[in-house]
């Protein structure tokens, strides 16, 4: 007895969609007590952040969004200029590397609580050194600097982020987490 394929494709996404729901929930990065300023393009009322992420993972625009916990609204965001502290907004950037663990950010500086600090010639030498931490940012030398290694920090938490020109940085999962 074989199941025909107008039944299979049914059966498939009674079993699939939820369970897509709930991945594209669980690859979000939040970024509890910050706020996101600068690159707001949409907005929408949403009973929790969980919508702003699952809205954000499927929009091509969107990079971040913050969520409003009073006033129950998403801010989609298309770019960052900077962030601050609030207790009634929690942030979160979209999973966009590491098949969807990760988030990579260009032109983002991240600010957070440094483990480890050290000068580095890339951005790739300084993903390689932060493994361990799950965080790392990335900034060129400063313009006018006799400096040729930019300055690299690993951590594994967020205080803030903003715009910085040249800049790269990246939330990605534990090296134990990719084997």
């Known amino acids: 007895m074989g199941i025909d394929f107008l039944a299979q494709t049914v059966l498939l ?46 929009d091509s625009c969107c990079i971040a969004y913050s969520y409003d916990k009073l006033r129950n609204r998403c801010f989609m965001k298309a770019a960052i200029s900077d962030s601050y502290k609030t207790s009634t907004m929690t942030s979160g950037l979209k999973a966009n590397s590491h098949a969807g663990q990760g988030s990579m950010l260009k032109n983002i500086r991240i600010y957070g609580g440094t483990a480890s600090a050290v000068k580095l010639p890339n951005s790739d030498d300084c993903l390689q050194f932060c493994t361990a931490y799950g965080i790392f940012s990335w900034s060129p030398p400063r313009e006018n600097s006799e400096e040729t290694d930019g300055e690299c920090s690993c951590m594994s938490r967020i205080s803030s982020i903003e715009y910085s020109f040249g800049s790269k940085s990246a939330i990605f999962p534990p090296v134990s987490n990719l084997n």
């Open 13 to 58: 996404s009674a079993v699939v969609l939820p369970v897509l729901t709930a991945a594209l929930s669980s690859n979000c990065f939040y970024l509890p007590n910050i706020a996101l300023n600068g690159g707001t393009y949409d907005e929408f009322q949403a009973t929790e952040i969980k919508y702003c992420c699952m809205a954000c993972a499927r």
